[in-house]
Structure formats: C-alpha cells, structure tokens
C-alpha cells in the first residue's frame, strides 16, 4: 500500500512538472533558441536549468520552508527587474546574432557555455518568485504530503521530460533549415524575448 502510494505521489509530481513547463514562455523561446544557436546540449542544458529553479521553489513550498519562501518574496521585485533586464540582454544578442562563417565556428558555438546556459536558466527562472505561490496552492490541493521529496523529484523529471522533447524535436527540424533561415528564427525568438522582456519590466 505504502509503494502504491508514493508511487502514485511521484507520478503526480512527474505530471505536474511537465505541465507546468509546457506552456512556451520566456524560458521556452530561450531554451528553443539556444538549440538553434548553440545545438541540442545547450537547449536541453538551459531547460535543466530551468526545471532545477522549479524544483527548487517546489521543494520549498512543499517543506512549507517559510524563511526561504519569504526571502523570495521580499525580494520579487528586484529579481523580477533583474531578470527583464537579463531577458533584454539576451533577447539583443540574439537579434545581432550573426552566422558562422566556418564550420569550425559552428561547431566551437554548440560546445561552448553549456554550463553557462543551465546556470543562467536557472537564475532567469528564480526571477519569478511568485512560483512558489503557485506551488502552495498546488500542492495545498494534493493534501498532506508525506513525501515531499519524491513529489519534488517527479515534478523535477517531468519537467526534464518536457525539456527534452521540445529540444528534440527543434534540433531535428533545425537540422532541416538552411543556415540563413536558421539565422532568421534566431533573431525572430530574440524579438519575443525582448518583447517578454518589456511585459516584465513594465507590468
């Protein structure tokens, strides 16, 4: 009964975490143009970034982690700002982003900064405290929570399971397109996410 249970607990989690991340936001479009610019790893690393920021907040309203739930709050707006101003940077380098011209480029450009784009994932997806929020009213709704742990670790691989599919699936239709069309959608995201940038700063 106990197996049964927490069973049941991990793949509520799992199927939480993956419907949390579906919606394409900002992150979405970041992780869909990283896997364009920088190749499958370094989308899929971003989303892990993301889904890890997730984890986090959940973890922390599942625990019912006051403290930490209170600093992240108390300071939503300053993350908030920082993360506009961090979309906007991003949303600008891809917009003046230009081809590689050699094929030695373009290889170096999709093995370098992995580690990069799966820490600044995560730091753009804390900018959002209000998660935690979301979270409590979540898992409020589940009930007690004898494992808080493993429904964390559900939502965590739910999320990856997202991550992973979406960067599949661009990396294989990015395989398709010219180069020049590539370049295209890159600075085509790059404007969304300055756009995403604005409705952040300015709401």
Not at 125 to 152: K, Q
């Amino acid at each position: 009964m106990i197996q049964i249970f927490l069973s049941s607990l991990f793949v509520r989690g799992f199927v939480l975490g993956f419907s949390i991340a579906a919606p394409v936001g900002p992150i979405g479009i970041l992780c869909i143009q990283r896997t364009l610019s920088g190749g499958f790893s370094s989308g899929l690393a971003s989303g892990l970034g993301a889904a890890t920021a997730d984890s986090l907040y959940g973890l922390a309203a599942a625990l019912g982690l006051s403290a930490l739930s209170s600093f992240f709050l108390n300071w939503a707006v300053p993350l908030r700002t920082g993360g506009g101003f961090f979309l906007l940077f991003l949303g600008a380098r891809a917009i003046l982003s230009r081809p590689a011209h050699t094929a030695a480029q373009s290889i170096s450009s999709r093995t370098e900064g992995i580690f990069a784009s799966s820490v600044s994932a995560f730091f753009l997806t804390l900018s959002n405290p209000m998660t935690i929020l979301s979270f409590s009213a979540i898992f409020t709704s589940l009930g007690p929570v004898f494992s808080p742990v493993l429904l964390v670790a559900g939502v965590f691989l739910g999320s990856a399971a997202w991550w992973l599919t979406l960067c599949g699936i661009v990396w294989k239709l990015g395989a398709m397109l010219s180069p020049a069309a590539m370049l295209w959608i890159r600075r085509g995201s790059g404007v969304i996410l300055v756009l995403f940038a604005v409705s952040v700063l300015f709401a």
